[in-house]
Each structure stands twice: as C-alpha cells, then as structure tokens.
C-alpha cells in the first residue's frame, strides 16, 4: 500500500512515525510521568525500537499509522499521534502522547482532531476508538472533547483492564 503522507495543522507537522524518530520517542518515554498509562517502565529502549518498527510497518500495510508530532515552526518532536489497528478488537484507534514540555498546550486536541477529520473522510472506517487507562483522567477528558463516547470496559492484549471509546463517523 505505502500511501505515506503528511498532515499539517496550523502549528503542528504530523509526519509518518519512521525508524528516524526513534531515540526522540524513547526520550519522550523515558519520563515516568508520560509513560505511567501506556507502559511506564516496559517501554525500554529495545521495546521503543520494536514498537516504532511495527508503527511503520503498519504505514505501509495499512496506508495510515501513528505520527511523529513536530512544531511547525521550531522543528522539535513533541511526541505522537495517530491511528493505530488492533487485531484482537479488529477495531482502529486514535492513541496521543506528547512529552511533557508539550501538554497543556492544545496540541494533543489539535493533532488528534487532523486524524479524525481524516478517518471520518476515510473509506471503510465508520468509527474509531480511544484505548484509554482507566486512571488517566486528562486522556479521558480528552477522549470526549474530540467527541469520543464511552463504548465498554476491557482488557489490552497484555492483559491489563481498559476503557473503550468510541466516535462514531
């Protein structure tokens, strides 16, 4: 498929996550306060390398994926965001997480809604969902300022408890 592409917003630059962007994403990881909901102390430099390599793989398999965030207009990499396929769900997800010098800033909002707009506009895709730590209470606010309702309680393939969001397109 290899359909990469970018999408630009008006202070942000959402490129495709490539092996490129990996020791960035790992210093962003690396902070226990960002990483606490999605893996914390798992995400080692190994596993960044492996998850990164997997994020771009799904770019080409699946012609959409996570991105490397970067600010418009100083070039720093703020985190990532973007879509991503769980098979054990067969369901598509908008996931986000920025570094910490980025939060609070508008740009989770402003990065995620460009992905919404365009799986809203893609074809096959009629709703997306949020994979969301049931304690991570700013995500979940997040989840339903872009418009996400809450769908059902699960678990992730690794076995630990989730909630489920769902925007319906």
Known sequence: MNRKFDLVTPRLVLSPLSIEYTDELARVYADPDVARYIGGERLTPEVVEQQVAAFATEWDERGFGQSAVINASSGEFLGRIGLHYWENWDEVELGYILGKS?????YAREGAQAWIDWAAAAEGLDYIIANIHPDN??????????????????????????LIYRRNF
């Open 137 to 162: 209470a700013a995500s979940i606010r997040m989840a339903g300022k872009l418009g996400f309702d809450f769908d059902r309680h699960d678990m992730t393939p690794s076995g630990l408890p989730t």
């Open 102 to 106: 980025a939060q609070g800033k508008g």
